[in-house]
């Protein structure tokens, strides 16, 4: 299973930027995905996640800013990141894992800056 992440980039505060997370290989193996972020000597921390069966979760510092969802057809997990603040800004990373052996894979990150 490979993860490749994108949409990263430079956005305003107030703006809005989608993430996007495309699933390869062996698909069927995995339980969900999830967005995570590290900022600059920060810990990298859950953003929002959804389970195979389509329950989602955010961090409270998100929630009702920041919209996780997915595309079964594309293998795909999306973020919408709506009216992000400066204080989001970070490096994301996506993160899956494979429900048989619990494995867990990550995609590449992609940068996230956001101005004020």
């Known amino acids: 299973v490979q993860l490749q992440a994108s949409g990263g980039g430079l956005v305003q505060a107030g703006g809005s930027l989608r993430l996007s997370c495309a699933a390869s290989g062996s698909t069927y193996r995995l339980n969900g995905g999830g967005w995570y972020r590290q900022a600059q000597g920060k810990q990298r921390e859950l953003v929002a996640s959804?389970?195979?069966?389509?329950?989602?979760t955010y961090a409270d510092s998100v929630r009702d800013r920041f919209f996780i969802y997915r595309d079964n057809a594309k293998d795909t997990v999306y973020m919408e990141m709506n009216g992000p603040k400066p204080e989001d800004t970070a490096v994301y990373f996506c993160r899956s894992g494979d429900i048989f052996s619990g494995k867990e894979y990550w995609g590449q990150g992609t940068q996230v800056t956001v101005s004020s």
């Open positions: 959804i389970s195979r069966a389509g329950s989602v």
